[in-house]
């Protein structure tokens, strides 16, 4: 009966491993459901989940989970791990915030955790804040709230030239502030909408061209194949010139890489930093680009 017993758990350690590995490198986001095991398991918990598995199988099949979780962990590292060396950064190059507030938080508590002013920062998910005071605070630099709590920062004049909401609040921003058209995105993180949907809906305004910078919480990891035309036509602030892990979501932990900077190609990306923290779910991502 307990070799019984010791066969069925190695034979569900199998499958469950079988299953983890066809949802992560096969499946990925073919459908709307596939897409939602994708998410719920990127590579640093398929790995604990074989690991732990390896408790209850024996030593003679354990060897074969800690292996498999060892390649996982050079696969995972080698795609997420980066070490650049930075360039020089001077008094006239930009530097450039995005953040989920996660609804806690406002404007001063983002200034906080960045330890500076930056020349344009975007808050996602920002805590209702009373601009008239934080103008009246702030005379010199200039703010902007979006309909769905998107709210802008700048130390020089924003011109805001279109905002537009889908039907499930994903929110597009392009404003042009510095010499360069930013566009300030947030996806709806909702797992009863399909994200072809919502990119469906950014593709339609957000058009690559030159001089260009788009960032915020898309709500999807770096490897989805919902990023590929941003991938194609513009530069990852942090695959560029970052350090450490890119993941920026769960709570400091690099489970997800949900917050992205992306710079068109025509501009130089001097130096990019992940702020943990813990005022949010999500780091702080801050760059720097050689201003136009």
Request: aromatic share 14%; no cysteine.
């Amino acid at each position: 009966m307990l070799k019984l017993f010791k066969a069925l758990l190695i034979v569900i350690n199998g499958m469950l491993i079988i299953a983890l590995i066809f949802i992560h490198f096969v499946f990925k986001e073919r459908s709307y459901e596939a897409s939602l095991n994708y998410y719920t398991f990127p590579l640093p918990v398929i790995i604990i989940i074989i690991l732990i598995a390896s408790i209850f199988i024996g030593k003679k099949f354990r060897r074969y989970n800690i292996i498999l979780a060892i390649i996982l962990l050079v696969v995972w590292l080698g795609r997420s791990f980066k070490i650049h060396i930075p360039d020089k950064i001077t008094d006239n190059d930009l530097e450039i915030v995005f953040w989920n507030a996660s609804r806690d938080n406002n404007f001063e508590m983002a200034l906080k955790e960045s330890e500076s002013f930056p020349d344009v920062m975007v808050l996602a998910e920002g805590k209702e804040t009373n601009l008239k005071q934080l103008k009246d605070k702030f005379p010199e630099y200039h703010f902007y709230k979006s309909r769905e709590d998107l709210y802008l920062f700048s130390k020089s004049p924003i011109n805001i030239i279109s905002e537009e909401s889908s039907q499930f609040k994903t929110t597009v921003i392009h404003f042009e502030t510095n010499g360069i058209n930013f566009y300030a995105v947030d996806v709806t993180g909702s797992t009863d909408v399909p994200k072809s949907w919502e990119f469906s809906f950014l593709e339609k305004w957000i058009q690559p061209e030159n001089n260009m910078i788009v960032l915020g919480d898309f709500n999807v990891p770096y490897e989805s194949k919902f990023l590929n035309i941003l991938k194609t036509n513009f530069q990852h602030a942090f695959n560029k010139k970052g350090n450490g892990f890119r993941e920026t979501w769960f709570w400091n932990i690099p489970l997800l890489s949900l917050d992205h900077i992306w710079v068109s190609k025509d501009l130089k990306i001097l130096k990019t930093q992940k702020i943990n923290t813990f005022k949010s779910d999500h780091s702080m991502l801050k760059t720097y680009i050689k201003k136009p």
